[in-house]
């Protein structure tokens, strides 16, 4: 009889031991990773009308993608902790990079876009575009950050402020505007808006994204596009959003090519609460929409 509790102790002392040595099955696998794959994957599943697509660019030793148009430009880094910089006429603009801590060397991508895979479950994409930057979060996991800061270098005298419609507007010293983003959007894989904002703190854009408060599927992706402003930005009421009228007034800046940019089902989305629309255009003929 004691020989067989010995015998009994002993193979439950061999089980234990042998799952103790059997990792989990999901130890294998880092939550907070996050490819240049997974990048890729997370843009394919948002709507082509959010995600930018990127301007023909060229290369350096530093920059992973050069945009140069003269007198505007957009140079991408390849060190994640380094600025992107923005120039428009004899004025520059850097932005640095959010939650970059973690993140590796620039990866370009397909299409384009130059993203920084990163193991803080937080990973940066900047696409370079003919008259400005989008850059884009991508957030892997509940647990990750909400709040997104990117530490804007603008000359000396310069502000950033909010409009009422959610977007931001950097100025020089004299008050001109230099850069401008529209309204942020951020989405979950199942294409849902997540909840987000701006928030500006001193030089810093902030963007909020709400996404811990709800139950999303992840990955999210967020958005700040930057655009040089050189343009205009004007105010219809519900009685003058009207593919005629906005045409004819965009037509007297940009000329009859960029006046036909405002397709009809843009504004009609823009106009969604009947209560009118912002229009906005730049010297490089982008023109676009918002509700207010």
């Not at 490819?35 to 060229?58: F, N």
């Not at 130059?114 to 509940?142: E, F, H, K």
């Not at 040089?228 to 045409?247: A, D, L, T």
Request: with cysteine; proline share 6%.
């Amino acid at each position: 009889m004691k020989r067989n509790s010995k015998l009994l102790l002993a193979a439950g002392l061999s089980l234990v031991l042998s799952l103790a040595c059997v990792a989990p099955s999901h130890a294998a696998e880092d939550v907070d990773d996050v490819s240049a794959t997974d990048v890729a994957d997370a843009l394919a599943g948002v709507s082509p009308a959010l995600v930018e697509t990127a301007a023909d660019a060229s290369s350096t030793a530093v920059s992973a993608a050069v945009v140069d148009n003269g007198g505007t430009g957009v140079s991408v880094p390849r060190d994640p902790t380094k600025e992107v910089d923005l120039t428009v006429g004899g004025n520059s603009v850097s932005i640095g990079l959010p939650e970059s801590d973690g993140a590796t060397q620039a990866v370009s991508l397909e299409s384009g876009a130059i993203t920084y895979p990163t193991d803080s479950g937080v990973a940066n994409t900047v696409i370079p575009l003919a008259d400005g930057v989008q850059m884009l979060t991508t957030i892997a996991a509940q647990d990750a950050p909400t709040s997104f800061s990117y530490d804007i270098q603008i000359p000396q005298g310069g502000s950033i402020a909010l409009g009422a419609d959610g977007s931001a507007e950097i100025t020089g010293a004299a008050g001109n505007p230099l850069v401008t983003t529209t309204a942020p959007w951020a989405r979950d894989a199942d294409g849902r808006a997540v909840p987000t904002r701006y928030e500006v703190v001193g030089t810093d854009l902030v963007q909020i994204v709400d996404h811990a408060a709800g139950d999303y599927a992840y990955p999210i992706v967020a958005d700040p596009t930057y655009r040089y402003w050189w343009g205009g930005k004007e105010w219809w009421p519900p009685q003058r959003v009207n593919i005629s009228v906005i045409s004819a007034a965009v037509a007297g800046y940009l000329g009859l090519a960029g006046a036909a940019l405002i397709a009809g089902s843009a504004i009609g989305v823009c106009n969604m609460a009947g209560r009118g629309i912002w229009v906005y255009w730049t010297w490089a003929g982008h023109v676009w929409c918002t509700g207010p």
